[in-house]
């Protein structure tokens, strides 16, 4: 029976399985409801919990119930290798395009040593044993932070620090937003990445360093600290903007401040920029790898 990778991956397990990863990290998930054969066109998933509210439901799910999925009919179908620890959610997109290799269901994982792959989601055989692309942003001698430097190695259990966050994707224009954090000669480097989800590659425009500050009454101007900042969060896409949270976990002795930043969708140009608690510290946007929400008013929420 040809096994149709679908919806149940992301509904079940993705969220469990491969954020919980984070403890042994080197391969994707990928798990299917065995016997069940899908013609139709699958949801697509594109953000973290599905949608911009978190809901984490899929309301077109018309398959699964309690009583099919059990031990006896869910299980692994495959897994495939990466290159470091998966933090974030994956993503997946179905019927695209993939120049040079036709049209496939594509999983999407990000990566701490600073990967972005896809992957076929119906099979791990043939030519779909290997990636059908991934793209390293440790170009130019740039390379994931070093526990050792980043800290809190303790608390997290990571052993190095890369794109922590779950991406987001536009479906519409192909773009797969996804921020990587690396480590280049004696400077800790953010930088927001714009790729093509068909070829991984960089579009127009893409990447641009982030940078912040942020000016108080008085004249005190506080600058975005690469070092102590992790863009946990996942990134939300909302009305043409990406925004993402930044923060720590607790364990850099208070001197974690929260940040939030936009920047345009289209051209990756600065937006805006949100300093929760400036001079002060432990405010950190953290969340625990949630996503930032938005409701139908296009308010932003944030904890």
């Not at 395009?97 to 049209?103: D, L, Q, S, Y």
């Not at 992790?230 to 949270?245: S, T």
Request: charged residues 15%; hydrophobic residues 45%.
């Amino acid at each position: 029976v040809s096994v149709r990778f679908q919806r149940i991956l992301w509904r079940l397990l993705v969220t469990v399985a491969i954020l919980r990863a984070r403890a042994v990290g080197v391969c994707a998930l990928f798990l299917v409801l065995a016997g069940m054969t899908f013609g139709s066109a699958q949801v697509a998933v594109t953000t973290w919990h599905y949608d911009n509210a978190r809901s984490g439901a899929n309301s077109n799910e018309t398959l699964l119930t309690p009583a099919n999925v059990n031990s006896k009919q869910f299980g692994k179908l495959f897994t495939q290798p990466v290159d470091g620890q998966v933090i974030g959610q994956a993503l997946y997109l179905p019927r695209v395009t993939i120049p040079g290799a036709g049209v496939h269901n594509v999983v999407y994982v990000a990566t701490m040593h600073d990967s972005v792959y896809a992957f076929d989601a119906d099979s791990a055989t043939g030519t779909n044993a290997t990636p059908l692309w991934q793209t390293s942003f440790l170009t130019r001698g740039a390379a994931p932070v070093p526990i050792l430097l980043q800290k809190c190695g303790g608390v997290t259990a990571w052993t190095e620090v890369g794109i922590v966050s779950t991406p987001v994707i536009d479906p519409v224009a192909g773009t797969l937003y996804v921020v990587a954090k690396t480590y280049e000669g004696s400077k800790f480097v953010h930088r927001l990445h714009a790729l093509d989800v068909t070829t991984g590659l960089d579009k127009t425009g893409s990447p641009i360093v982030i940078t912040a500050s942020y000016e108080v009454v008085g004249g005190k101007n506080y600058v975005f600290a690469d070092m102590l900042q992790v863009n946990r969060p996942a990134l939300l896409l909302e009305n043409g903007y990406v925004y993402i949270a930044f923060g720590s976990n607790g364990c850099r002795s208070g001197t974690e401040e929260g940040w939030v930043m936009s920047y345009n969708a289209t051209t990756l140009q600065p937006a805006g920029v949100f300093d929760d608690e400036p001079g002060e510290s432990a405010a950190a946007v953290w969340m625990r790898g949630g996503g930032l929400s938005a409701d139908s008013s296009g308010n932003i929420y944030g904890a």
